[in-house]
Structure formats: C-alpha cells, structure tokens
C-alpha cells in the first residue's frame, strides 16, 4: 500500500478520546457494569492493539524509531490513556468527576503496536498466521508485522513474570489490572481482498486466537482477569476507505457492501465469543456507535432539524466529519504530482478525524 492510502487508516481514534463517556451508553454489558471493570482498585491498564491504541511508550521490545509512527500532539491522547483518567471517576464525589490530573490507575503498561504510514506492511492483527495462511496464492505485495496480538501477549507475560520476581508487593497486582484488546482494523481490510468463505474463516480463526491470548492472560494471573473488548468501527466510514470513491467509483459500493457485511460479521462472533468465555470479565464498548452519534449531531445541526432528544439545538462537537485533518495537496509541477505534500488542517479539534 502507498502512502497516501494509509494517511488516515487509524483516524477514528481521535473521537474515542474525547466523547469516552458515550461509551456507557451504547456498549454491549457481559458484565453487569462498567464499574465491573474498572473498580476503584484499578491501578494498572495493559493495551494490546493496533495504532488505535499504541502510546508510544513501551514497555520491552520498542521497535526502532524507522518503524514507529509519528505522533503530532495535536491528535491528542489514543483511547487507552483517556481511559485511564475515567478511573477518577466516583459515585461519591462531583468533584472527582472533573479532576483527572492523576491517573488513578497508576501505570499504563503498553504492548500495542502502529507503523508508520508510509511503510508497505500491515498493521498488527490478532494472529499474523492466520493472515499469511488465508491470503496464500494472492497477489499481496504487503507484508504483516510481526507485532501480532499473540506476540503481545508473550511479551506481556515473560515482562510481567520478571516484574513478579523482582517484588513480592505485586502478587495482589491481578486484582488491580484491567487488559483492553482492540484488533480488527488491519484484519478487517485485508479479508476484505478474499472471497467470502475465506473471508469468514478468517475472521473465526482470528477470534478464536483472540481469546486464546485472553486464556493465556487469565491462565497467568491468580484472580479472573477484567477486559475491555471493543466491538469493531465501521471501516467504510473512514477517510481512507472514503478517499477511493472517485479512483473507483465502479467497485466502491461493492467494496462497502462487502466491508460492512465483514465487520458485522466479525462483531457478532466477537459476541457470541465473549458471552461464552467464563475466565473473567469482559465489557464491550461501541465506539461506532459513539462516532455516527457525532455525525448525525453535526447533520441535524446544519440540516437545523431537531430529533425527539432535541439535538441540533446546541452547535456539534466537531464542524468536520468528514474531511479528515490531514489531506494531500497535489502542486501543478512534476514534481509535486509525482510525490503529494500533506496538509495539515488548522483547528484539529474541529475535525472528527484526523
């Protein structure tokens, strides 16, 4: 893949962090709350995952700086971290509700892993065989990273093993740890290049290994492990699969068609999937739902229509949603048609996407 098609492949991150909240209200309860999940012991939050929710930081194995993502701060925060200051959050206190100059859960210990857009390979998936074996005889110049969910996970469990031996104070450490696991971007768009049976055999063969990582954590620890599982975004809505209606106009609606298909598919065995498993908690929140919430928000407003909650009424969180912060500007020399500058918008924060 180019460049410039990667340019927003992980745009959507930008709402989750901002409108977090929404989550409460559209999320799918295996457990009976939130509060499950994110008790008051809470002091640790593990990520795995893909760009949407790579901190930067890590904790072993940081790949080399060639390979890491650049991150402008105007982006903000990715999802995990304002998560961690929803810990502040208590039933007790108003005031706490808006204090989140401490994280309440302490560390962040990451295992998430981006690219950088203008790398050839694929961002990290559940299970990187599983990718190599259904896309065998296909004509994929792309390469998967290495950094797969099944990685993370042994990653995750050889430097919390020598975290364990180095402090006894950290047997208790289980009862404070909530895992998040966000996969499903990278694996989506490239089943979506197979035919449907492949596609959907994947797409089971991954959420089969998903939760086999999620057995393996909860194997390690002396307590049933909390998760956060969120259900997978609508990939047609982002700019990077929206930039290619006017270069293929013939197949995008087919193209769409299929995706969506593919990413409710993959929502409803990642369900079935988690209504099943017994070794802990698992909380499955919606941010499609949160990111449409936003987009008819700005619709109604500009349309001027009111809907029977009254929306419209007050101006929308974001003007843009859309055209993403970043685009490419083409110039009228050669050499700016043969390589496009990217533009960056200047109010970030109008856009819903970055």
């Known amino acids: 893949m180019r460049f410039l098609s990667r340019l927003h492949v992980c745009a959507g991150a930008t709402i989750l962090l901002i409108v977090y909240f929404v989550w409460l209200q559209h999320s799918t309860y295996i457990t009976s709350s939130i509060q ?17 929710s790579d901190t930067g930081k890590y904790r072993v194995s940081p790949p080399p700086k060639s390979l890491r993502a650049t991150r402008d701060r105007d982006q903000g925060e990715v999802w995990v971290e304002t998560l961690c200051k929803e810990v502040t959050i208590t039933p007790c206190s108003s005031k706490a ?10 560390t962040i210990d990451n295992f998430a892993r981006s690219i950088p857009s203008e790398t050839a390979s694929v961002g990290s998936m559940v299970d990187s065989d599983i990718y190599a074996q259904a896309s065998t005889g296909k004509s994929n110049k792309d390469t998967a990273t290495s950094f797969d969910f099944k990685t993370q996970v042994q990653q995750y469990l050889t430097y919390d093993k020598g975290d364990r031996n180095m402090s006894e104070r950290l047997r208790g450490i289980d ?18 290049k197979l035919q449907r049976e492949h596609a959907m055999r994947a797409i089971d063969n991954s959420i089969a290994e998903l939760f086999q990582g999620l057995d393996a954590l909860a194997k390690h620890a002396a307590f049933p492990i909390k998760v956060i599982l969120p259900s997978m975004v609508d990939v047609t809505f982002l700019p990077r699969f929206q930039s290619g209606r006017s270069t293929t106009q013939e197949h995008f609606a087919e193209s769409q068609h299929y995706l969506v298909f593919l990413r409710t598919y993959w929502n409803n065995v990642l369900f079935q999937a988690a209504t099943q498993w017994e070794n802990g908690a698992v909380f499955m929140p919606d941010p499609n ?19 029977a909650s009254g929306n419209s009424k007050q101006a929308p969180l974001f003007e843009y949603v859309e055209q993403p912060c970043l685009s490419s500007k083409q110039g009228n020399s050669v050499t700016d048609l043969q390589a496009a500058a990217i533009e960056k918008c200047s109010d970030p924060a109008q856009h819903l996407f970055w």
């Open 289 to 307: 739902a949160v990111i449409m919430e936003q987009v008819k928000a700005n619709q109604l407003h500009y349309e001027q229509i009111s809907d």
């Open 97 to 106: 509700m808006f204090d989140t100059r401490q994280l309440a859960c302490g």
């Open 36 to 52: 499950t999940i994110l008790g008051a012991k809470t002091q640790r939050v593990v990520v795995f995952g893909d760009d949407w």
């Open 175 to 192: 009862q404070r740890t909530v895992f998040t696991v966000f996969f499903g971007l990278w694996d989506l768009l490239e089943y979506s």
